[in-house]
């Protein structure tokens, strides 16, 4: 069995920081993609970077420039560096990934992590 676990999120005054992390543990070979995702209260959950196993990553077009994804493969650990934050990235951010739980299989199995809470004030 893989978790998840998300950590860092909190209460930040707009234009502030934070920083948060994931970290995948259990029966892992290793891991894929990793994502971060978010959902606002009364909306969908969006997708708001991607980083994968080789370190590419890509962003939202709303936190270009403000969010920064990053993996410790070593640490089985992924994080997200928010930057410059505004009253709309008020969500909660969840932790996801693509594990994989054997060698002798290419098979990645796809984890969501419970959720961390983000709250900007204005």
């Known amino acids: 069995q893989v978790q998840l676990v998300e950590s860092g999120g909190g209460l930040v005054q707009a234009g502030g920081s934070l920083r948060l992390s994931c970290l995948a543990f259990?029966?892992?070979?290793?891991?894929?993609?990793m994502r971060w995702y978010r959902q606002a209260p009364g909306k969908q959950r969006d997708l708001v970077a991607t980083i994968t196993d080789d370190g590419s990553t890509n962003y939202a077009d709303s936190v270009k420039g403000r969010f920064t994804i990053s993996r410790d493969n070593a640490k089985n650990t992924m994080y997200l560096q928010m930057n410059n934050l505004k009253p709309e990235d008020t969500a909660v951010y969840y932790c996801?990934?693509?594990?994989?739980?054997?060698?002798?299989?290419?098979?990645?199995?796809?984890?969501w992590g419970q959720g961390t809470q983000v709250t900007v004030s204005s």
């Open positions: 259990g029966r892992i070979f290793s891991i894929n993609a």
């Open positions: 996801n990934a693509d594990v994989r739980l054997y060698s002798y299989s290419t098979y990645a199995r796809n984890y």
